[in-house]
């Protein structure tokens, strides 16, 4: 499998989400969009939201092809851009899952009442 290693720039360049795929880019971007004007709430969905009703459409640019599932490429591409002090958008560390997602304390709350029932 081969897999894109891509970021989401706004409309001055300025990289804000990375990410990765096995679809065309063209399309990836689209279902970042689509989710995005569905309302789903992430500060990825947000941030996209913004730019839209600012007349602007995010800038999807590959960074790098990997063979495989890119999990640990993507990972590595947030940890680098974070360190060199980008603010991103992505809701955690990368990879699969949702290591290093940090949840707010009502969140926290709403899980452990579902969990309860």
Known sequence: MRTAIYSLRDELGVTRYIGKTCKKPKQRLNNHICAARAGRTSYRNRWIRKLLKAGHTPRIDVIEFVDGDGSKEETAWIARMRA??????????????TTGRK??????????????K
């Open 84 to 97: 060199m002090g980008f603010r991103l958008v992505n809701e955690t560390d990368g990879g699969e899952g």
């Open 103 to 116: 949840m707010t304390p009502e969140a926290v709350e709403k899980l452990r009442i579902r969990a309860a």
